[in-house]
């Protein structure tokens, strides 16, 4: 079964930090364009972070540049979301993509920023 678990979610102060996970199952994310989005309350979905099939090359939304990082592992199957720097503006569902010939997307994982 194609699947894609996240996990890692929950609530932040402001300037703190957490990683989301993305575990994949019934396939392998080497083979895939792996991306994180997120999508905040009457917001449209938006992309956060890409990283190629591969792991060649990384990909930033402006609004994230310098303070997230997406990476994977091969070995667990597995990609990362590493938030530093977290502002309130970051509260969101985080959303898990793995997209090649066919497109596959995670459940989410709530992230709120708040003091």
């Known amino acids: 079964q194609v699947q894609l678990v996240e996990s890692g979610g929950g609530l932040v102060q402001p300037g703190g930090s957490l990683r989301l996970s993305c575990a994949a199952s019934?396939?392998?994310?080497?083979?895939?364009?792996m991306s994180w989005y997120r999508q905040a309350p009457g917001e449209e979905r938006e992309l956060v972070a890409t990283?190629?099939?591969?792991?060649?090359?990384?990909n930033y939304a402006d609004s994230v540049k310098g303070r997230f990082a997406i990476s994977g592992d091969n070995a667990k199957n597995t990609v990362y979301l590493q938030m530093n720097h977290l502002k309130p503006e970051d509260t969101a569902v985080y959303y898990c993509?793995?997209?090649?010939?066919?497109?596959?997307w995670g459940q989410g994982t709530q992230v709120t920023v708040s003091s």
């Open positions: 990283i190629s099939r591969g792991g060649f090359t990384t």
């Open positions: 019934g396939f392998t994310i080497s083979s895939y364009a």
């Open positions: 993509s793995a997209k090649s010939w066919r497109e596959v």
